[in-house]
């Protein structure tokens, strides 16, 4: 009997039939082509509308169940100038704008007295949710937002920030230290020089220190004067 039909019977008996290696040549293997994928290793290219999309679905803090709207900031997209201010009050959570109360009315003022329109400059806020009564938005909050603050200054790349008050200061500059002490000073974010100035709210509670608004907004537009000088 000549062997292949000898397993044939072998294999109808259900009987296992081990083949020596050298017996029967083996079949090549397929290997499967590696496909390497890098997009997880690169981070994708920012942009506004992604960043614009992220901020206005966010749903990182508890604010994102009192808020009406989201407040992700507006003006010149390549500004020289970023302002940065504590967060939406109940006429920005209203209408999905930066400073459109009170205390931005001073703020367009207060922008008028350097020479600049809000159209000149991009104004953003720490927080992007109006925290319930207005109260201080807690660390966390802050925590999960400044990404979204910092992608903001990725973006526009601006040549100066200015600071609106305790809140702005210490969450650029990664301090406590009390505005008094920042006031008056060049800092730095990013690279990119901040200068701290009183927030306009605060301005409108106590009056008499309207002149120390106007001596941050000179000492702002000194450093910027001297700084495009050094360029
Ligand atoms: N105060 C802020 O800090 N930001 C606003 O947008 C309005 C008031």
Known sequence: MDNELRLQYLETMGIDVWLSRTSVPLAPVPVPEIVLD??????????????????????KCSLCTTRKNTVFGSGNQQADWMIVGEGPGQHEDEQGLPFVGNAGGLLTEMLRAISLTREDVFIAN????????????????IEHCSDYLYRQQQLIQPKMILALGRIAAQTLLRTNEPLVKLRGKVHTFNNTPVVVAYHPAYLLRFLPEKSKAWLDLSFALHTFTKLEGDL
């Open 126 to 141: 720490v927080i992007k949710c109006r925290p319930p009564n207005n109260r201080d938005p807690h660390a966390e909050e």
């Open 38 to 59: 890098h997009s997880d290793l690169t981070p994708a290219p920012d942009s506004w509308s992604l960043l614009e999309a992220e901020v206005a679905n966010c749903q």
